[in-house]
């Protein structure tokens, strides 16, 4: 019989600026000893990939952090234009229905095919800090566009990393899908920001949503919350406050953003350090609740 996990670190997607505000809550916590990257589960969507997996290689948040604070890390550039937004957008707002947003989602990222699948592992491929799956557990949320069905790739799937990075990272009209198996996988953040919902096999989760619901129908990270509360588990969920979410701006691939929106999530994380380490620690066995943005 397998174990249940224990521990759960959930990192939403975002761009640029949820990756530092992550890497800044995780310093700030770990400043009064919550120290989340010792996860039992390490999950991430889309930006988050590539926290998880700078966490499952070891990296600490203080070190992480140095590295935002000064920019001493190259990070990912992409141009998502104006005409993408707009698609985008188009796509995720046409419908009040969850399905059905997922659907024009789906069929807005297999109508890209100026771009090979091939230039998706290039351009993230040279960002992934570990060169295959490491040894703790890893969990890489991706969407099927030919089915609309989630999966968290994980080591034990046969799935090589790059790939499955490149699916968590597709996201439409800016990449095509990725192809694994008989299915086109694009990133996980078409259907959610977080993912949470697919953690209900853990005792205790934290959720880190930079962006705590996405344009349109799709669900919200405090749904997700529930979902894991319906199921028994013990769930935390961060958001940015207002000031944080200044520091974001509007651009969420505008790297100049990143310090600003490390510090904030330091702050963040110090301020609520005490709330996350009840249900960390499992002090409080009550404790369910979303950490609100102010």
């Known amino acids: 019989m397998t174990k249940q996990p224990n521990t759960a670190l959930v990192l939403g997607g975002g761009g640029l600026t949820a990756y530092g505000w992550q890497v800044g809550v995780l310093a700030g916590l770990a400043d009064a000893g919550v120290h ?19 966490l499952a290689k070891g990296s600490t948040p203080s070190a992480l952090y140095t ?13 998502f234009t104006l005409s993408m937004t707009v698609r985008y957008l188009w796509a995720s707002l046409r419908s009040r229905d ?11 990222a297999l109508s890209v095919r ?10 993230i491929g040279p960002h992934i800090p570990v060169p295959d799956w490491p040894e703790r557990e890893v969990r890489l949320f991706a969407v099927d566009a030919l ?28 990449f095509p899908p990725i192809t694994i198996g008989k299915a086109r996988w694009m990133d996980g953040g078409v259907r959610s920001t977080t993912n949470a919902d697919l ?11 930079p962006i705590p619901k996405a344009a349109g129908a799709t669900p919200s990270a405090q749904s997700h919350i529930r979902t894991l509360t319906d199921h028994g588990t013990r769930a935390t969920l961060l958001t940015p406050d207002r000031a944080a979410r200044r520091a974001f701006g509007r651009n969420p691939l505008n790297a100049a953003r990143i ?17 996350v380490r009840e249900v ?7 404790r369910n609740e979303h950490i609100p943005a102010r």
């Open 147 to 174: 089915t609309g069905t989630p999966a968290a790739f994980t080591a034990a799937d046969g799935v090589d990393l790059p790939h499955a990075m490149a699916a968590t990272c597709a996201l439409p009209p800016l």
């Open 67 to 79: 590295e935002q604070i000064n920019r001493d890390r190259p990070m990912i550039d992409v141009d």
């Open 280 to 286: 960390w620690d499992g002090s409080d066995p009550h």
């Open 199 to 209: 953690l209900t096999d853990c005792a205790r989760v934290v959720v880190l949503a």
């Open 36 to 54: 989340l990257g010792d996860a039992d589960v390490l999950a991430g969507t889309s930006a988050g990939s590539l926290l998880a997996l700078d």
């Open 98 to 108: 969850q399905d059905k947003t997922l659907e024009h989602l789906s069929r807005l």
């Open 114 to 123: 100026d771009v090979p699948e091939s230039a998706v592992l290039e351009a």
């Open 259 to 275: 310090p600003g929106s490390a510090r904030e999530g330091r702050r963040q994380g110090r301020e609520y350090a005490e709330t």
